[in-house]
T-cell receptor, first 112, second 113 residues
Framework: GEDVEQSLFLSVREGDSSVINCTYT??????LYWYKQEPGAGLQLLTY?????DMKQDQRLTVLLNKKDKHLSLRIADTQTGDSAIYFC????????????FGPGTRLSVLP | EPEVTQTPSHQVTQMGQEVILRCVPI?????FYWYRQILGQKVEFLVS????????KSEIFDDQFSVERPDGSNFTLKIRSTKLEDSAMYFC???????????FGNGTRLTVT
């Protein structure tokens, strides 16, 4: 069935760039999303990309989409300690109607 | 910026009891959802709701669960006869059309003892 995969952990030093990767299986995905979850908090929408785009930049965030390989990445430039959180990739799957499918989340740890 | 609000933030209940989790979606949104996240696990889809009826539900959403939009602003999830394994964070979400992003509330942490 449809699935979204991510690596579970990533550690970077403050000031470095972080790259969080995601692979998905459904080629009919229309939108792909990145959500951020801080400890004990809800899911905050960070950014999203339409499936016919290759790249989207929003301040420190850059999303790259390789539709052929079904690969999505989120790059955070100049990573700060406040970026420490779990980052979820999600796809919107039309075949299932209106629900999203989330990846397992990547826990980003930013070291001083 | 408008947001989805959920109450309570934390609910503790005894096994076998019924709970109602409440959500106020963003006011002009038409599509409503419930998701859950068991500690340390994936965010799982439970149910979607549109035009006053369930449009999609997962295998998790069995007869123990029900949803309701009792008025123009609230969207509730009822869990009957709670079990220990229902302990999770429950997230409500809404969006204005089926191609727009989901906006999530901060969740209700349900603890069943």
């Amino acid at each position: 069935g449809e699935d979204v995969e991510q690596s579970l952990f990533l550690s970077v030093r403050e000031g470095d760039s972080s790259v969080i990767n995601c692979t998905y299986t459904d080629s009919s995905s229309t939108y792909l999303y990145w959500y951020k979850q801080e400890p004990g908090a809800g899911l905050q929408l960070l950014t999203y990309i339409f499936s016919n785009m290759d790249m989207k930049q929003d301040q420190r965030l850059t999303v790259l989409l390789n539709k052929k390989d079904k690969h999505l990445s989120l790059r955070i430039a100049d990573t700060q300690t406040g970026d420490s959180a779990i980052y979820f990739c999600a796809e919107s799957i039309r075949n299932y109607g209106q629900n999203f499918v989330f990846g397992p989340g990547t826990r980003l740890s930013v070291l001083p | 910026e408008p947001e989805v609000t959920q109450t309570p933030s934390h609910q503790v209940t005894q096994m076998g009891q019924e709970v109602i989790l409440r959500c106020v979606p963003i006011s002009n949104h038409l599509y409503f959802y419930w998701y859950r996240q068991i500690l340390g696990q994936k965010v799982e889809f439970l149910v979607s709701f549109y035009n006053n009826e369930i449009s999609e539900k997962s295998e998790i959403f069995d007869d123990q669960f029900s949803v309701e939009r009792p008025d123009g602003s609230n969207f509730t999830l009822k869990i009957r006869s709670t079990k220990l394994e229902d302990s999770a964070m429950y997230f409500c979400a809404s969006r204005d059309n089926r191609d727009s992003p989901l906006h999530f509330g901060n969740g209700t942490r349900l603890t069943v003892t």
